[in-house]
């Protein structure tokens, strides 16, 4: 059976072409045309991956709503918006409720795949094993690459596959500036300066979750962020 696809979409047409196009790659989809019945559903059991149009039907911000609830759930399930919102308010907002991209309706249907594959490829690593030898520690930091965990002073830090990836790429190279390209590159997405931003704000209130004093992530102003060598 292959991966699971929710689809959000309150536009018939639009489903279902996204649907017969994620079908025919062997993925499993099943389709909402609103927000009350979607999380109805997902409250029973979510998918392997969801994708969400910011409006439905009468419910504007709807899919803003539905990501919310959906993280309630579940704080790792990957998230992407599809939408014909193109603001980069829209855009940081979606962001900051822990979507892992935000696309909009002009995107290639093979690039959409493309962008989904990425995100199932970097799922895959969770049910491997753990290797000790691979695991990276920076002071009271310790990530697990191939298992996607991430602990801070022995707790355990939920973050988005986005998120992960992001702190991964930072910690890796303590007390060296990455900018947002270097960021991008990693982290499989394409985004700008404030989405990059507003990925990192929060990334940091989730670890001030557990440690209020957390200041590992250093804003280099102009050039990036870098990951404090004495953290």
């Not at 993925?27 to 994708?51: H, M, Q």
């Amino acid at each position: 059976m292959g991966r699971s696809i929710a689809i959000v979409e309150d536009e018939p047409l639009i489903r279902e072409n996204y649907a017969d196009v994620l079908t025919k790659h062997s993925f499993e989809v099943t389709s909402y045309a609103g927000r009350a019945e979607a999380i109805a559903a997902f409250r029973d059991k979510l998918p392997n991956l969801l994708i969400i149009d910011v409006g439905l039907g009468d419910e504007i911000e709807g899919g803003f709503d539905l990501c919310r609830e959906v993280r309630a759930i579940s704080p790792t399930v990957p998230i992407i918006f599809l939408t014909a919102r193109d603001s980069d308010l829209d855009a940081i907002s979606g962001l900051r409720l822990g979507a892992d991209d935000y696309l909009t309706k002009d995107i290639s249907l093979p690039h959409l795949v493309a962008r989904i594959t990425a995100l199932f490829r970097r799922m895959d690593a969770v049910n491997q094993p753990a290797v000790a030898e691979k695991l990276l520690k920076r002071g009271s930091l310790e990530i697990d690459p191939d298992r996607l965990t991430l602990k801070w002073k022995g707790q355990n830090l939920d973050l988005t596959i986005t998120e992960f990836w992001l702190v991964h790429n930072l910690a890796r190279h303590p007390g060296h500036v990455k900018n947002r390209d270097q960021l991008m590159q990693e982290a499989n997405i394409v985004v700008d300066d404030q989405t990059i931003t507003s990925h990192i704000k929060r990334i940091r209130k989730k670890f001030m979750a557990i440690d209020p004093a957390f200041e590992a992530i250093e804003t280099v102003y102009g050039a990036g962020y870098r990951w404090k060598t004495d953290n």
